[in-house]
């Protein structure tokens, strides 16, 4: 069973800057399978990335993904208010779903 | 437009069945190359996904729950629906419908919180 670690679990920065989270595989995921999404209180996740690096539909171009193997990135380039939130990483594999235990993104 | 929607009991006593449904608007739950899941999400913690059903029938489980879950498809209602045996207090949670591919979980129910208490 895969198990993938976020970090930091706590990332406090101000809008305008720049988010870099980190999701770490404890084998190697096929890049096609990791995903990341997004979670604001109250709601359901909200699909941002597939395929380690394609943005879903109607996702801004300040989300990226990144990276292969054991060691996957998600970066907002400039941090607008509504993207302070809780963000997951997702792989999937043996026809099971496994997610990360989750990035929250507070305003400094 | 898929739209997942779930629903059941809000309370559950401890030690009974938690039964669940799911019901799927906008697309068939017989379309190929769809997982049909279940996700749980404890009070201000983390995702856990619980089991899966693949368009063909096949079922998969989260092997830590794997011997009290059991998920099923009823095609001629678009629903598949979860059954989770001898609930305890760490069983409280938001439980989410969701259908995905192996790429990522594209659609998402909004999701409804279970309570097990007595």
């Known amino acids: 069973e895969i198990v993938l670690t976020q970090s930091p679990g706590t990332l406090s920065l101000s809008p305008g800057e720049r988010a870099t989270l980190s999701c770490r595989a404890s084998q190697s995921v096929s890049s096609s399978y990791l995903a990341w999404y997004q979670q604001k209180p109250g709601q359901a996740p909200r699909l941002l990335i597939y395929?380690?690096?394609s943005r879903a539909t109607g996702i801004p171009d300040r989300f990226s993904g990144s990276g292969s193997g054991t060691d996957f990135t998600l970066t907002i380039s400039r941090l607008e208010p509504e993207d302070f939130a809780v963000y997951y990483c997702?792989?999937?594999?043996?026809?099971?779903?496994?997610f990360g235990q989750g990035t929250k993104v507070e305003i400094k | 437009q898929l739209q997942l929607q779930e629903s059941g009991p809000g309370l559950v006593k401890p030690s009974e069945t938690l039964s669940l449904t799911c019901t799927v608007s906008?697309?068939?739950?017989?379309?190929?190359?769809?997982?049909w899941g279940w996700i749980r999400q404890p009070p201000g913690k983390g995702l856990e996904w619980i089991g899966s059903?693949?368009?063909?029938?096949?079922?998969y489980y989260n092997p830590s729950l794997k011997s009290r879950v059991t998920i099923s498809v009823d095609t001629s209602k678009n629903q598949f629906s979860l059954k989770l045996s001898s609930v305890t207090a760490a069983d409280t949670a938001v439980y989410y419908c969701?259908?995905?591919?192996?790429?990522?979980?594209w659609g998402w129910g909004q999701g409804t919180l279970v309570t097990v208490s007595s």
């Open positions: 997702q792989q999937y594999g043996s026809s099971s779903w496994t």
């Open positions: 395929g380690a690096s």
């Open positions: 059903i693949y368009y063909s029938g096949s079922t």
């Open positions: 969701a259908r995905g591919v192996v790429t990522a979980i």
């Open positions: 906008g697309g068939s739950i017989s379309s190929s190359s769809y997982y």
